[in-house]
């Protein structure tokens, strides 16, 4: 009888010991086995705007922008183990209310949405509590202007996230979330990487973050680039390179600038390009590449349509307005940059087809080019684009 009141006493005391680890351990919502993957665990409802979930813990905005990436939704449901920071509703909202920067998503460069997505992504699954002071992760975006230079994260002293945006200590706001195949935590501000931040906030409200950022000049952007590429500026001769005219403030009494009275730029979206190079049976690919051989080509091709001398609009400015905008009238002359000569433009008169007139090209060396004005006045901050149809040469 004594050896059962023994085992009895073993058994109970198992039971107790047993409940106990239930409660301190399994108990806890950290340690429940995750059963789905990082892309499906951010798509719950549990992480959708409603009454109940606001908009600085919601990721309807991240998944919507994920899905437009087939890489990174494969990415996300992959095996391999990553740790995603997830902006919020709230996080995307504050970053499109940026003053200069595009209100609607859509119109910003596809690929530079993506880069910057895939910035949210580090190797390897990172708790919170090994988020350490000093801690640099290096993330999965890579820069194709700088492609060795690595583009990180920084944890700050009082555990925050030190990126390149000019919000240098982002909170988490809710940690470790865990899937089959890593964490994510939900982060109050979208992380800009490094090398687009030292960049970015320089241009936002410039021509050259319409052209540089916008969905409708890519082709555009991606000329800049190569005309810039090893090109050497000189300011005493006034040789910039094309972004830099394209974001170069007006020059004011305290701060003197080769842009004297605001610049103003031809622009020429995707669907010119896309016609002219179905025109050519070539791809549009083909025809970007083609238009920017060198650094001089593409050079060449883009001061033909920029225009140094002044803001010109379509419509009168206001009398109150302080840098001299001219009036776009028939016969207008303006002056272009040329690489060894001046190119004029005059307007032609407004019709019915093209109610902002036309823009015609007087290039000596090439036939005349013409091009209707498709969108007028885009007024920025260091100058006007106006939107043709067409290429001047």
Not at 314 to 334: E, L, M, R, W
Request: glycine content about 6%.
């Amino acid at each position: 009888m004594k050896n059962v009141k023994q085992f009895t006493s073993y058994i109970a005391l198992v039971a107790v010991i047993f409940s106990l680890w239930i409660m301190s351990g399994c108990s806890k919502s950290s340690d429940v086995v995750p059963t789905k993957t990082l892309v499906d665990l951010i798509a719950q409802t549990s992480y959708q705007q409603s009454a109940t979930v606001t908009d600085d813990k919601a990721l309807d905005s991240l998944v919507k922008y994920l899905s437009i990436y087939p890489d990174l939704v494969t990415l996300l449901g992959a095996p391999d183990k990553y740790t995603l920071f997830a902006p919020s509703n709230k996080a995307f909202k504050n970053l499109l209310a940026t003053p200069g920067f595009p209100t609607n998503i859509k119109k910003i460069n596809p690929a530079i949405i993506q880069g910057v997505l895939y910035y949210h992504i580090v190797a390897d699954q990172k708790l919170q509590a090994s988020l350490t002071s000093g801690l640099v992760l290096n993330s999965l975006y890579t820069d194709p202007l700088s492609p060795s230079a690595a583009q990180t994260i920084t944890i700050n002293a009082d555990f925050t996230l030190k990126t390149g945006s000019s919000n240098q200590s982002i909170h988490i706001t809710l940690a470790d979330q865990k899937a089959i195949n890593g964490v994510f935590h939900i982060t109050e501000s979208v992380l800009i990487p490094p090398s687009i931040g030292s960049t970015l906030t320089p241009i936002l409200g410039t021509v050259a973050g319409t052209i540089l950022l916008g969905a409708d000049f890519t082709d555009l952007a991606t000329i800049i680039s190569k005309a810039d590429n090893g090109f050497a500026e000189s300011a005493p001769n006034l040789a910039f390179k094309v972004s830099t005219w394209l974001a170069m403030p007006i020059a004011t009494s305290g701060t003197a600038t080769a842009n004297a009275k605001g610049i103003t730029f031809f622009a020429v979206p995707n669907a010119v390009f896309k016609a002219a190079a179905t025109a050519q049976s070539i791809t549009e690919a083909q025809l970007v590449a083609a238009l920017s051989t060198t650094s001089d080509a593409a050079r060449g091709f883009l001061l033909n349509h920029l225009v140094t001398t002044g803001q010109y609009t379509v419509a009168d400015a206001p009398a109150s307005n302080p840098n001299g905008i001219t009036k776009f009238t028939s016969g207008t002359i303006v002056p272009k940059s040329g690489a060894t000569k001046t190119i004029t433009v005059s307007v032609s008169t407004a019709s019915s087809s093209n109610p902002y007139g036309v823009a015609v090209s007087n290039n000596p060396t090439v036939s005349t080019s013409f091009a209707p004005i498709v969108s007028k006045d885009i007024a920025h901050s260091n100058g006007q684009a106006q939107v043709i149809g067409g290429m001047l040469k």
